[in-house]
């Protein structure tokens, strides 16, 4: 296999069109490295505006493993985003499967998985679907990193009104690891940079952890703690996250993830929501 990683191939981000897959793509654009999107749909709104950015498009199916075998040659890395939510935690293993299976057919010099922290100690199922896919990568004959993101700041909803509110199922004065969206890409252009010294490794990531009562504040928001039975009742996989985020939690070493990229402008929580504000 080859272990080259010729800088004016493309990095193909899997899942550009979305949220994390697109910030990826941007932050490895924007450090001067040539893009490529893998995209069902050429012509859909979110892929043309990749494609505005100068971001290549090639069309593959997750569920199609020679369509992502002929999108997958010729790239210098592969960061290949997986989810669970659109059908459920085994197509989310499947798709992981079918992407590792793929890149080993392809010969794809550098496999970067975007997986979560703690995947493989958090008793949360689509944490565990992760680390299934994490296992599966470790088998196979493809260089690889895995990236390990804490709670995204993008996940936090306020719920408008005349006293806005921010409503979790967490004691307000639990740290929560977490991470902006900006700062996990421009994280993956610097390992992309870095590439031998994260051969073989797990990076777990946050850039900061504010409580609660922090959080709310810096939104101009009240905080109200919801009862964990209650997300329970609607979603047995978010109720089991957040009562590990309530109790264990991601135990990750903010400071020392910030001496490790020094060539990332973390963003804290309060200046994050001061810019959407």
Do not use: C
């Not at 997986?82 to 989310?92: C, S, V």
């Not at 890149?103 to 995947?119: C, D, N, T, Y």
């Not at 944490?127 to 004959?141: M, N, Q, T």
């Not at 957040?242 to 490790?260: H, K, P, Q, W």
């Amino acid at each position: 296999m080859s272990s080259a990683h010729p800088a004016d191939q493309p990095v193909l981000v899997t899942g550009a069109t979305g949220t994390q897959g697109g910030a990826v793509a941007r932050a490895i654009a924007a450090s001067g490295r040539p893009v490529a999107a893998l995209v069902r749909d050429p012509a859909a709104p979110r892929a043309v505006a990749l494609a505005e950015l100068g971001i290549e498009l090639r069309k593959g199916d997750l569920g199609d493993p020679d369509s992502l075998v002929t999108a997958f040659a010729g790239v210098s890395a592969l960061y290949a985003i997986t989810t669970p939510f659109e059908a459920g935690a085994d197509a989310e293993v499947a798709q992981g499967v079918a992407i590792v299976d793929a890149a080993g057919r392809a010969a794809v010099p550098w496999l970067i998985l975007a997986s979560v922290a703690a995947a493989d100690r958090a008793p949360v199922p689509h944490f565990r679907s992760k680390a299934r896919i994490e296992a599966h990568l470790r088998s196979a004959d493809v260089p690889w990193t895995v990236v390990a993101p804490s709670y995204f700041y993008e996940n936090v909803a306020v719920a408008p009104g005349e006293e806005p509110r921010l409503a979790l199922p967490l004691d307000p004065g639990t740290p929560l690891h977490q991470i902006a969206l900006a700062d996990l890409g421009a994280t993956v252009a610097a390992i992309i940079g870095r590439r031998e010294e994260h051969l073989g490794r797990r990076v777990e990531l946050a850039g900061e952890a504010p409580t609660p009562a922090a959080m709310a504040q810096a939104l101009g928001a009240v905080y109200e703690q919801v009862p964990l039975a209650a997300i329970e009742q609607r979603s047995a996989d978010l109720g089991a996250m957040y009562r590990f985020l309530a109790g264990e939690g991601y135990g990750i070493d903010v400071d020392a993830v910030r001496r490790t990229y020094p060539e990332v402008t973390w963003t804290t929580f309060r200046e994050w929501a001061g810019a959407r504000r």
